[in-house]
Antibody, heavy 121, light 112 residues
């Protein structure tokens, strides 16, 4: 059974840092792109960052570019999101999402349950 | 950046009736080399993560009931839920994956 398990969320002060991780199982992790998508309380979905199946390509939304870094470890079946210079507006549930293909240009065919990040002022 | 705009923001439909959600893209999502629209629909029920319903604008993901159908091409797309069931109450999002990824603002479907 396919599983994506996020961890690392919590409460952090504005300007602080946090590292999210997503542990994948039930599929050939190294064959698929992965992304992070967030959802602020009561709001819609916002794609945050993505990474190619090989890790060779990384992609970022303008709202997080220069502050967030995505990475993956295909030997450990994990994808991570390093979040620096956090802002109050980064407060959201962060979902790990599996791409349906190796790189960009594929939808997200499976999602984790999410981890809540709260940034206080 | 590609902007996705859904309409309406919410709608109430009677059980067994049809629900129609529209999504408009700020640029064409049709890739000429393979004639595919890089467009998808998702369903998110309260307290749950989103689920992929339809991709390539009209291909249902395995296991999705056939009362869900997608249509459209280029910049205008539609999700139709025929014979609305109580379990279809959710927020529905459109998404483009032609250039990075962008979601629409969501459409809330309720029972009338």
């Amino acid at each position: 059974e396919m599983q994506l398990l996020e961890s690392g969320g919590g409460l952090v002060q504005s300007g602080g840092s946090l590292r999210l991780s997503c542990a994948a199982s039930g599929f050939t992790f190294s064959s698929f792109a992965m992304s992070w998508v967030r959802q602020a309380p009561g709001k819609g979905l916002e794609w945050v960052s993505g990474i190619h199946s090989s890790g060779a390509g990384t992609y970022y939304a303008d709202s997080v570019k220069g502050r967030f870094t995505i990475s993956r470890d295909n030997s450990q079946n994990t994808v991570s999101l390093e979040m620096d210079s956090l802002r109050v507006e980064d407060t959201a549930v962060y979902y790990c999402a599996k791409g349906a293909g190796v790189g960009a240009r594929s939808p997200f065919d499976y999602w984790g349950q999410g981890t809540l990040v709260t940034v206080s002022s | 950046d590609i902007v996705m705009t859904q309409s309406p923001d919410s709608l109430a439909v009677s059980l067994g009736e049809r629900a129609t959600i529209n999504c408009k893209s700020s640029q064409s999502l049709l890739y000429s080399s393979n004639n595919k629209n890089y467009f998808a629909w998702y369903q998110q029920k309260p307290g749950q993560p989103p689920k992929l319903l339809i991709y390539w604008a009209s291909t249902r993901k395995s296991g999705v009931p056939d009362r869900f159908s997608g249509s459209g091409s280029g910049t205008d797309f539609t999700l139709t839920i025929s014979n609305l069931q109580a379990e279809d109450v959710a927020v529905y999002y459109c998404q483009q994956f032609y250039s990075s990824w962008t979601f629409g603002q969501g459409t809330k479907v309720e029972i009338k």
